[in-house]
Each structure stands twice: as structure tokens, then as C-alpha cells.
Nanobody
Framework: QVQVVESGGGLVQPGGSLRLSCVVS????????MGWYRQAPGKERELVAT???????VYVDSVEGRFTISRDNAKNTVYLQMNALQFGDTAVYYC????????WGQGTQVTVSS
């Protein structure tokens, strides 16, 4: 069974940066679209960024211009560079295919606080 392990979260002040990583136990090359999702307390999980096998990226409006998603197919890893973090970015972040088809990992907590 393919497993997903997210890492890189933490506590950061507003305006700070974090880089999240997602390692998939199997090959991600076969998945056209990989995505980063997040779930804030009391809210539903939402897709925030997608990257296709060819490198095309799509972002939700709230993170456009601040977040950058990328993938390294050779390392079966998906990254999310997050800059200019805001209070509203506080959430548990997950990665999965888009649409989601893998078992969800534990996620990584991102907390933006002063």
C-alpha cells in the first residue's frame, strides 16, 4: 500500500516561510496531478495547490503568489514552499493525488502566530 509522509511544518511568525515535503513510498510519476491540501480547525479540508507531471501548477486564490508547489519524480517527493505566511494559513497540511486517491498521511502542522 502506498504511504504518504508529510514533514516540514512548525511554528512561524506572520511573514515567515516554511518548506513542506511529502515523500510517497511508491512512484509518483504515474500520477498526473499531485496536490497539497490543508485543514484548519473547524473547517473542511481544502486543496491549495496542484502540480501536474509536466509541471503545470494551479493555486487557490488565497495562496497565489505566496506558495510554490513542485515535484521531484525521481525522489517521489512533492514540495510546498510557503512564503509571506499569514494567520489564515494555520492548518494541518497534507499531500495526495488530485483527486485524492491515496490513503491520507498524518499531515504536518503549520501554525502562524506572533
Amino acid at each position: 500500500q502506498v504511504q504518504v509522509v508529510e514533514s516540514g511544518g512548525g511554528l512561524v511568525q506572520p511573514g515567515g516561510s516554511l518548506r513542506l515535503s511529502c515523500v510517497v513510498s511508491g512512484s509518483i510519476f504515474g500520477f498526473n496531478a499531485m496536490g497539497w491540501y490543508r485543514q484548519a480547525p473547524g473547517k473542511e479540508r481544502e486543496l491549495v495547490a496542484t502540480v501536474t507531471r509536466s509541471g503545470v501548477t494551479v493555486y487557490v486564490d488565497s495562496v497565489e503568489g505566496r506558495f510554490t508547489i513542485s515535484r521531484d519524480n525521481a525522489k517521489n517527493t512533492v514540495y510546498l514552499q510557503m512564503n509571506a505566511l499569514q494567520f489564515g494559513d494555520t492548518a494541518v497540511y497534507y499531500c495526495n493525488t488530485r483527486p485524492s486517491s491515496l490513503k491520507w498521511g498524518q499531515g504536518t502542522q503549520v501554525t502562524v502566530s506572533s
